[in-house]
């Protein structure tokens, strides 16, 4: 299973930084896990083959670049955008985003061909296709309606968390998966913003640590994304002295094979 977490900002020399403003795993170069920096950073191959979004939860930096895809690709799609999502998540969408005022309702416009957008929607801790992957949604512990989801090409899986404050159900799934061969985790803010990561539902080190307790596995790397880009050194130190093996943080912009 190929991955990829698409760049948020660059540096001014114009290569990838790894400050990640946004959130978007591409899968597969088809399916997208998020679409926070879709649209801006994603390669022409994604820009014909991405007609898949399985949105997480509906805050700013996981779903910016969907509008501008939806839109980017309007008039040359021969297939709609499917945005899988819960009820919840599609309601805020029609609500708060493709509402006119802050763009498009791209639900009742369509193209030459059709419709450029289609909601499929699914239940937490229910699995389901989206291409030729399987996804297992879980909720996890965030602000709004929020999942994390497990990943399975039929050969490998990978466990991603999404936004998550301390969190149960997904860490037995992790656990009990066999083919698991890569988790991403959260972890937003340093040790000593826990109260705002209290607040804010996010993870700390010190409570990814806990967290990784639960899931209590070793053999399975662990890459953590999501870091906030202004507490990203003090972030970093605190990752390196849990001393954790198998703990490394995912390289924005880079391909991973599992
Ligand atoms: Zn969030």
Redesign the pocket.
């Known amino acids: 299973m190929k991955l990829q977490l698409l760049p948020s900002s660059f540096d001014n020399g114009g290569a990838v930084s790894q400050r990640q403003h946004l959130s978007c795993l591409i899968i597969d170069d088809c399916v997208a896990f998020d679409a926070g920096s879709l649209a801006f950073s994603c390669s022409e191959r994604h820009r014909s083959d991405v007609r898949d979004i399985f949105i997480s939860?509906t805050?700013l930096?996981?779903i910016a670049g969907l509008p501008i895809f939806v839109d980017d690709l309007f008039s040359v799609l021969s297939e709609p955008i499917r945005v899988h999502a819960t009820v919840e998540m599609i309601r805020v969408l029609e609500r708060d985003i493709f509402n006119w005022s802050i763009y498009p309702k791209f639900s009742e416009l369509e193209n030459s061909v059709g419709r450029v957008i289609e909601y499929k929607l699914f239940e937490p801790e229910s699995t389901f296709p989206i291409r030729h992957l399987t996804f297992q949604a879980f909720q996890v512990n965030?602000?709004?309606p929020?999942v994390g989801a497990l990943v399975t090409d039929g050969e490998v899986s990978i466990g991603v968390t999404g936004?998550t404050a301390p969190t149960e159900l997904i860490w037995d799934a992790f656990r009990n998966c066999e083919s698991l061969q890569a988790v991403l985790v959260e972890c937003a803010f340093p040790n000593e913003l826990a109260s705002l990561a209290e607040v804010s539902h996010h993870l700390t080190p010190l409570s990814l640590s806990l967290e990784l307790e639960k899931f209590g596995r070793r053999d399975v790397p662990i890459y953590v994304m999501n870091i906030k880009p202004m507490y990203m050194d003090d972030v970093l130190d605190q990752l390196n002295d849990l001393r954790i093996p198998n703990l490394f943080t995912l390289k924005i912009g880079s391909d991973y094979e599992f």
Request: hydrophobic share 0%.
């Open positions: 939860h805050h930096d996981h965030h602000h709004e929020s936004d």
